[in-house]
């Protein structure tokens, strides 16, 4: 299916775990975002992409890592999760120029 | 960073009625947009502002890009039912490479029949 999809909807991790959350869009756009969603922050930029191997840092990069071999995938990887982690998260994509489309977004629940 | 600031924080309206929010900032942002976030889901690109006092309209919604580009208003027109959710700004600040937007804090619209 065309879009940009998020897995997993739902991860439930221990504090100290590496997890690490996926990302994939059929559209070949350049640009690949991750963003987390807390109440009373709004959406914070974490990692941005403008291309296949061209990542940056964000608002809020400390404790995640992400890589981007292939122009689709965008993982984004907590190296060892801490409670302040938890979060909604959202992967998005983008040609240069336009807005920009949001999955649905990965439900974390560091405990 | 740059703060951004969305306001209302919500909104509880009727049926019918008309919906005005807006976002504003110290600093002049390049590029606007609006997203809509039902619960459970990701944002959806409502509209987009690429030039100072660009007025644009998306059915019942209408946004405009401040002339100072220092804020960005939205309209909702007629509300309905549907039209419940959070609404967010971003703006693209001047300078820093494409796509590292700025988001508002969203408002959060009730609406009631």
């Known amino acids: 299916d065309a879009g940009i999809t998020q897995s997993p909807r739902y991860k439930i991790t221990e504090t100290g775990r590496q997890v690490t959350l996926m990302c994939h869009q059929t559209w070949s756009h350049s640009y690949m975002f991750w963003y987390r969603q807390d109440l009373g922050h709004g959406l914070r930029l974490i990692y941005y992409?403008?291309?296949?191997?061209?990542?940056d840092k964000g608002e809020v990069p400390d404790g995640y890592v992400v890589s981007r071999s292939k122009t689709e995938n965008f993982p984004l990887t907590l190296e060892s999760a801490t409670r302040s982690q938890t979060s909604v998260y959202f992967c998005?994509?983008?040609?240069?120029?336009?807005?920009?489309?949001f999955g649905s977004g990965t439900r974390l629940t560091v405990v | 960073g740059q703060q951004l600031n969305q306001s209302p924080q919500s909104m509880f309206i009727q049926e019918g009625e008309d919906v005005s929010m807006n976002c504003t900032s110290s600093?002049?942002?390049?590029?606007w947009l609006w997203y809509k976030q039902d619960p459970g889901e990701g944002p959806v690109l409502l509209i987009a502002?690429?030039?100072?006092?660009e007025l644009t309209s998306n059915g019942r919604l209408t946004a405009q890009f401040g002339i100072t580009r220092k804020d960005s208003f939205l309209n909702i027109s007629a509300s309905i039912p549907s039209d419940v959710g959070i609404y967010f700004c971003a703006g693209q600040p001047p300078g820093d490479s494409w796509g590292k937007f700025q988001f508002g804090a969203g408002t959060q619209v009730v609406v009631t029949p």
């Open positions: 992409s403008a291309a296949a191997d061209i990542t």
């Open positions: 998005a994509s983008s040609d240069s120029g336009r807005g920009y489309t």
């Open positions: 502002l690429y030039k100072a006092g």
């Open positions: 600093s002049i942002f390049n590029t």
